[in-house]
Nanobody
Framework: VQLQASGGGLVQAGGSLRLSCAASGRTFSNYPVGWFRQAPGKEREFVAAISWSSASTYYADSVKGRFTISRDNPKDTVYLQMDSLKPEDTAVYYC???????????????????WGQGTQVTVSS
């Protein structure tokens, strides 16, 4: 499966962006999807994840209440709505999925097998 992340850009603090992650080559409608981010000089960290059915969503404490993950399975697309953005949200954002059908969601990056190329989000103060 190939994942394509898009929607990043430059926004002022307090603004919003919506990231999209589209799958090709194989549907990911039966697989969990996670968003991670990596700021310069820092390790890649978990942001949010959604189960294959959308029944469960998980968020890092740093984004809880500001970010919303959702998915549209017929379109094979997962979204990350980011509101009330802060300068510390600046990073390259990656989407990822796991190889096991109906597998559980995870906050661990080593449990994701397929990664998109990343999209840059820059929040100015």
């Amino acid at each position: 499966v190939q994942l394509q992340a898009s929607g990043g850009g430059l926004v002022q603090a307090g603004g919003s962006l919506r990231l999209s992650c589209a799958a090709s080559g194989r549907t990911f409608s039966n697989y969990p999807v996670g968003w991670f981010r990596q700021a310069p000089g820092k390790e890649r960290e978990f942001v949010a994840a959604i189960s294959w059915s959308s029944a469960s969503t998980y968020y890092a404490d740093s984004v809880k209440g500001r970010f919303t993950i959702s998915r549209d399975n017929p379109k094979d697309t997962v979204y990350l709505q980011m509101d009330s953005l802060k300068p510390e949200d600046t990073a390259v954002y990656y989407c990822a999925t796991r190889s096991g059908r109906y597998s559980t969601t995870s906050h661990r990056k080593d449990e994701y097998n397929f990664w998109g190329q990343g999209t840059q989000v820059t929040v100015s103060s």
